[in-house]
Structures are given as C-alpha cells and as structure tokens.
T-cell receptor
Framework: DTGVSQDPRHKITKRGQNVTFRCDPISEHNRLYWYRQTLGQGPEFLTYFQNEAQLEKSRLLSDRFSAERPKGSFSTLEIQRTEQGDSAMYLC?????????????FGPGTRLLVL | QKEVEQDPGPLSVPEGAIVSLNCTYSNSAFQYFMWYRQYSRKGPELLMYTYSSGNKEDGRFTAQVDKSSKYISLFIRDSQPSDSATYLCAMRVTNAGKSTFGDGTTLTVKP
C-alpha cells in the first residue's frame, strides 16, 4: 500500500507534555496538508507545504504548534505544552499539483488524547 | 456562523433507497466542491468533485452544485449497507489549496 501513512496512530499524553506526529505522503506528491478533526466536526485546515515551503498557516495554529517538512518528503507536527483542548484527530493529506483538479489523499490520522 | 453548513443527520434508510445529502455555504468565492466519505476511525476518502455549477454522475453517485443558491447535494441511488459512513462536503476557492469542510452527515443503510 503506497498511501499516506501517519505515525503514531494513537497518542495519550498528560497536559503540559510535548508531542510530535509524523506524516509520510504518497511518493512524488509535492503538497502536504495538516488538518485537525474533533468528534462530530469536519476537518479543519491547519497548515500546508509545497515541497519544503510552508505556504499557509491557519489562525487555529497557535504558537504552541509547529510543522516542518525539511526535505520536501515527510512532515512532522509538534505540539508543545499540550492542553486538553488539543485532543483531536490530526489528519495529514498529500497531493500532486499540475495534474488537473487537485485531489488530496488523506492518511488514517493520529488520534491524540490529552489527560 | 460557519462558512459551510451541513445537515447533521444522522440519516437512516433501508437498503435500495435514494439518499440525498446537502450542504449550504456562504463564501461566494468557492468554486471547487467535493464530497468525501469517512468510515469510523479512518481518514476521509474523496468520492467526487465538481467545478462551478452543474451536475456530475459517477455510478450510483450524483453531485449537484447550484452556485446561485450556494447549495450542493450528493445523491446516492440504490444505497447499500456498505455506504454506511459519514459524508463530508468540502469546498475550495482555488484549484489547489486548503479545503473548508462541513461537519458531516452520518448515514446508516439498513439491510
């Protein structure tokens, strides 16, 4: 299977701890997106990269959140000093631009629970 | 008020029924309209996309966009138990970039 993969799939942490999630996009996909989804809600956009460049960040992305895509391949999303309100599913999606209408392929998500 | 509003459901129908799922939106700049299906504990999967107004058909699925009313619909014909999932509408201003999602409608198709 060469779809988008995310690691870990589940994370339980205590309030105040730092957590880091990883996303591996589909090979040769130049765009990578992070979304957050809480129970009963649709995904909310957080940020996206084109290759290594972070092109847009949502106002939802507070200073405690940082994302990187250092070599234009995998990406990491770090949350510092986690809060209970950070509990959510963190979804990664990738796409390849320049091939018609962009299709974003989603990974299975990382489910975060902050106690 | 959210930019994209979706009928919350849940929706329960018998197998073989025609299902209608709907979203309204407020941002007239949206031009690309998508429907995703999400199974429990999985990521969303793109079902269909439509550019601007009009209809698009793919097998048992038909997507409709009415930009004048800011209203989009997804119809599922001959619904199957395997169609049971949460359906999310999503929209974009540009061909590529961030999508704005509705909150989803949970559909159950009973055998």
């Amino acid at each position: 299977d060469t779809g988008v993969s995310q690691d870990p799939r589940h994370k339980i942490t205590k309030r105040g701890q730092n957590v880091t999630f990883r996303c591996d996009p589909i090979s040769e996909h130049n765009r990578l997106y992070w979304y957050r989804q809480t129970l009963g809600q649709g995904p909310e956009f957080l940020t996206y990269f084109q290759n290594e460049a972070q092109l847009e960040k949502s106002r939802l992305l507070s200073d405690r959140f940082s994302a990187e895509r250092p070599k234009g391949s995998f990406s990491t999303l770090e949350i510092q000093r986690t809060e209970q309100g950070d509990s959510a599913m963190y979804l990664c999606a990738s796409s390849r631009t320049g091939t018609g209408v962009e299709t974003q392929y989603f990974g299975p998500g990382t489910r975060l629970l902050v106690l | 008020q959210k930019e994209v509003e979706q009928d919350p459901g849940p929706l329960s129908v018998p197998e073989g029924a025609i299902v209608s799922l709907n979203c309204t939106y407020s941002n007239s700049a949206f031009q690309y309209f998508m429907w995703y299906r999400q199974y429990s504990r999985k990521g969303p999967e793109l079902l269909m996309y439509t550019y601007s107004s009009g209809n698009k058909e793919d097998g048992r699925f038909t997507a409709q966009v009415d930009k004048s009313s800011k209203y989009i619909s997804l119809f599922i014909r001959d619904s199957q138990p395997s169609d049971s999932a949460t359906y999310l509408c999503a929209m974009r201003v540009t061909n590529a970039g961030k999508s704005t999602f509705g909150d989803g409608t949970t559909l159950t198709v009973k055998p």
